[in-house]
């Protein structure tokens, strides 16, 4: 778009331009600066985690059990009060977060990693290992991941690494088709025949070639995989088959505040609150960077 059909025309013929605060709020909303804000402080404290936690997550004490935070008629001794054994919900909250962020995270990637290898040997073989695959993908849309996840939770156990193993493997179905429909796309391309012409081999040109060229969608991808994730850690959390204790996530402390909901629902407000605003701000940046990035996503 030029300079001229930005600017918008005044009455009387006169051009009026766009001010630099304007342009600025054009390409950045407030909304999203807002939201990356909230993902910035969110990371800030996962990654100084241990710095910011005025008091071990883990240590009771029954003395001190079912405090109201400091705004609320306690002290700023506990800035968000006490739980049923007398826990820092604070430092608890801290500790969540770090847990929360790791595992969102680590299966994001997972799935990527999963999403990625299926759709570009769909592409590369085509054929039956073409259409083993998008059987794959629909026999995976078809089933309830929840139902799936209990089952295995319930016979393997649900350690930090198990859990994460799980929750990689649901949503990798989605990055599989895209990967698979641009690595078809981009096999057309000039870049990939010209590679393939001079002999680079399968595995050059599409992780040399293809993928640094399609990694714009693959991240915006993964982004918008982010929320569900959280979202899916916290119910299984909440059910009471996510992480157990001396383990904490943002889901678990909900999961044992709700017994709490009436006489201190700060127990189970707080990171209530924490995972809506974080699922929020990932989802806003997520449809943000599609726009600007990928629109053909929309």
């Known amino acids: 778009m030029t300079a001229e059909a930005e600017n918008a025309a005044a009455p009387g013929g006169m051009v009026q331009r766009k001010s630099g605060l304007d342009v600025f709020f054009s390409t950045w909303p407030p909304l999203v600066l807002i939201a990356i804000f909230w993902l910035a402080l969110v990371l800030f404290v ?75 040997l769909a592409a590369y073989f085509r054929g039956w290992v073409d259409q083993v695959i998008l059987m794959l993908v629909d026999a995976q849309l078809a089933m309830p991941f929840m139902i799936i996840a209990i089952a295995v939770l319930a016979f393997f156990g649900n350690s930090l690494v198990i859990f994460v193993l799980l929750l990689g493997l649901n949503g990798w179905e989605v990055i599989t088709r895209i990967a698979r429909s641009l690595a078809i796309s981009a096999n057309a391309r000039g870049y990939a025949v010209a590679a393939r012409d001079i002999g680079a081999s399968p595995v050059r040109i599409y992780l040399r070639h293809i993928l640094p060229n399609i990694a714009t969608t693959i991240i915006v991808a993964m982004t918008l995989n982010i929320p569900g994730v959280i979202l899916l850690e916290s119910s299984l959390s909440f059910l009471g088959i996510g992480l157990q204790p001396p383990q904490t996530s943002l889901g678990n402390m909900v999961g044992y505040g709700r017994d709490y909901i009436q006489s201190a629902p700060w127990i189970m407000l707080t990171p209530a609150v924490i995972i809506v605003l974080t699922t929020l701000s990932v989802s806003i940046v997520g449809d943000w960077l599609r726009d600007r990035l990928d629109p053909t996503l929309g």
Do not use: K
């Open 46 to 120: 996962a990654l100084f985690a241990y710095w910011l936690t005025p008091y071990d997550f883990m240590a009771t004490n029954v003395l001190a059990r079912l405090r109201p935070p400091a705004l609320f008629g306690g002290t700023f001794e506990h800035l968000l009060g006490t739980d049923q054994l007398g826990r820092d919900v604070f430092s608890r909250v801290i500790a969540s977060i770090r847990i929360s962020i790791i595992i969102a995270v680590a299966a994001t990637i997972i799935t990527t990693i999963i999403g990625v290898t299926l759709g570009f």
